[in-house]
Antibody, heavy 122, light 107 residues
């Protein structure tokens, strides 16, 4: 059974770069899904950050103003997120998730990691 | 971007009662690309409904979705104790993909 597991630093200083990795186990990342990062600030709703297909086609939420970069490493069965110029507003629980499929009708999320909490503080 | 407004913010009901949760979009979702998720405390959300009215795998039939255009509803026909948690809607009609603020169903 496919599983997703996030890994990351937990605590990041303001203005630094956040790097997160999602490891995919129990199946191949080179399958017809989008691999996605979402986040949820404490006590708030969910925000879509970015999506990527196994061929590298990617999409971003403009709200992050080009600070985010999503990438995929098919040799390691992982995908990653980098966010530059981190601030307190980026403090959130970050989830890696999988879309139900590639067509737009499948851009909802049926498989989730447990999430990793990122706190931005000096 | 499409803003999703969920109402009410909190719904107070009793087990066995029915629940009706609303999700209103700031512009029409032309293809009913609307999903609902359930989130229990300390857990990741779980997909309940996609395409406005299709139940995801393993979801009990007491959960149903309806609506079109700008107005969508999640209905829980008979609340079980484990249903008293948080629910979100999500639109995937237009990028950026967006989520509603959530409705908490409480006892």
């Amino acid at each position: 059974q496919l599983q997703l597991q996030e890994s990351g630093p937990g605590l990041v200083k303001p203005s630094e770069t956040l790097s997160l990795t999602c490891s995919v186990s129990g199946g191949s990342i080179t399958s017809n899904y989008y691999w996605v990062w979402l986040r949820q600030p404490p006590g708030k709703g969910l925000e879509w950050i970015a999506s990527i297909g196994y061929s590298g086609n990617d999409y971003y939420n403009p709200s992050l103003k080009s600070r985010a970069t999503i990438s995929i490493d098919t040799s390691k069965n992982q995908f990653s997120l980098r966010v530059n110029f981190i601030s307190a507003a980026d403090t959130a629980l970050y989830y890696c998730v999988r879309s139900r499929g590639i067509p737009q009708e499948d851009w909802n999320f049926d498989l989730w990691g447990r999430g990793t909490l990122v706190t931005v503080s000096s | 971007e499409i803003v999703l407004t969920q109402s009410p913010g909190t719904l107070s009901l009793s087990p066995g009662e029915g629940a009706s949760l609303s999700c209103r979009a700031s512009q029409s979702l032309s293809s009913r690309y609307l999903a609902w998720y359930q989130q229990k405390p300390g857990q990741a959300p779980r997909l309940l409904i996609y395409g406005a009215s299709n139940r995801a795998t393993g979801i009990p039939d007491r959960f149903s979705g309806s609506g079109s255009g700008t107005d969508f509803t999640l209905t829980i026909s008979r609340l079980e104790p484990e249903d008293f948690v948080l629910y979100f809607c999500q639109q995937y009609d237009t990028k950026p993909l967006t989520f509603g603020g959530g409705t908490k169903v409480e006892i």
